[in-house]
Each structure stands twice: as structure tokens, then as C-alpha cells.
């Protein structure tokens, strides 16, 4: 297991400095679209929001265990496109029908890559700015629970974790939080968040590989 070098981990307040810093990466960062080719598409929202103490936090949610698909593990809000549909308006949603919040097309800050994903699908990400703390309200059909995770644990010691596994010659990216390791492709999406938004280095993330569970 090979892991990367990183930074000594700060806070991030969530301010108009940090919404800025992640308007300058983004703003530098020409994001990769993927071919569809066999896949469909869908669209997630890396949502940037504060918690409780004022810390600049991102959204993440385990998925209901009754799901047909990916159920239990580990994701950004967000899905398939309905017919018609941009990846963006999608995107916001996802959002609301999963967590019950309700943001608008000026709250979406950037595009990071595209990610096809081992079970067929391309993901788009926008990363999206919660203006005020919300209550959040997840439907049980979709989310068994969401959290509010401090950006600073993308900083961590360890961020990121790369597995080799025999059925892949790439390497398995993964990010331990929550008392866990969250996997690719959220563990890839999240990674470029911080590259981008929080370090300003436009890193690419498509090439890292996903664990076989999440293959299906």
C-alpha cells in the first residue's frame, strides 16, 4: 500500500475566504468530460457547508441498505439523469430529493472531472456552496444517514490511500473518515475537491481505480 505526502492538516472556517479559495481553483481547472460510450450518465454534488462550530464542512451519505444497487456504501448526493435533463440541474435534484436541500444554479461554484465508474455509469461533480447552515432532511428510501464532514480531514495523515489489487493494474483510491475508508468513486471526487478548491493543483483523478464491490 502506497500512500501519497501531505500537508499538516488545518481548520477551514467556513467564510467568504474559503469561498473564494475554491472559486480560484476552480476557476483555473478545465474540467474532463468523458464519453458516455456504454454508460449513462449522472451527476453528484460536492456540497460545501458549515457545521455547528463554523467549520467549513462537505456532505457525505450512506446509502439505504435496500437499495437495488451500491446499497450501503459510502456517497455524495446525487444519481442518473431524467430524460432531458443537464447534469447540473440533476445534480441539485439529487440533492434535494435525497437530503431535502433545496440550492439553485448561482450556488454552484465549478465542475470537477468526470468519473466513469466500473458499473457503468459517467459522473459529473459540481461543487456547490450552502449559503447558511439547514436542516437536513434525508429520505429513508435513499440515505440510511448524511454527515457533515470538516474539510480538514481530507488534509489527514494517510489522505489519500492507494491499494494494489490483482484485478486492476491501477491503484484504489480511498480516504479514511468517519471511523472507515470511503472508496472511489467518491473517494476520487473528494480528493479532487481538495486538490482544487483547498491546494489549488489541478489534479486528475479518472485513472484511480474503485474497489471490486463497487464494480456491480
Known amino acids: 500500500m502506497k500512500q501519497m505526502t501531505t500537508i499538516e492538516s488545518t ?3 467556513f467564510n467568504n475566504e474559503l469561498r473564494q479559495r475554491c472559486l480560484r481553483g476552480l476557476k483555473s481547472h478545465t474540467p474532463l468530460e468523458a464519453p458516455l460510450e456504454e454508460r449513462r450518465p449522472a451527476a453528484v454534488t460536492a456540497v460545501l457547508l458549515p457545521d455547528e462550530e463554523g467549520r467549513g464542512c462537505f456532505l457525505i451519505t450512506k446509502r439505504a441498505t435496500k437499495l437495488r444497487r451500491h446499497s450501503g456504501q459510502w456517497a455524495l448526493p446525487g444519481g442518473r439523469l431524467d430524460k432531458d435533463e443537464t447534469t447540473q440541474n440533476a445534480a441539485l435534484r439529487e440533492l434535494q430529493e435525497e437530503v431535502g436541500l433545496s440550492l439553485q444554479p448561482e ?3 465549478g465542475r470537477l472531472d468526470d468519473y466513469p ?8 461533480p459540481f461543487v456547490v456552496w450552502c449559503p447558511s447552515a439547514t436542516e437536513l432532511k434525508p429520505d429513508p428510501g435513499e440515505v440510511a444517514a448524511v454527515y457533515k464532514v470538516p474539510l480538514d480531514v481530507l488534509d489527514g495523515p494517510g489522505v489519500p490511500i492507494l491499494k494494489t489489487i490483482p484485478e486492476s493494474k491501477d491503484k484504489v483510491i480511498a480516504i479514511p473518515m468517519l471511523d472507515t475508508e470511503v472508496h472511489a468513486p467518491t473517494a476520487a471526487i473528494l480528493y479532487q475537491l481538495r486538490e482544487i478548491c483547498l491546494w489549488g493543483r489541478s489534479t486528475r483523478v479518472a485513472h484511480f ?4 464491490f463497487a464494480w456491480r
Open 107 to 109: 450556488d454552484v461554484l
Open 117 to 124: 465508474t466500473r458499473s457503468g455509469f459517467v459522473i459529473s
Open 209 to 212: 481505480e474503485q474497489p471490486v
Open 11 to 13: 481548520p477551514y472556517l
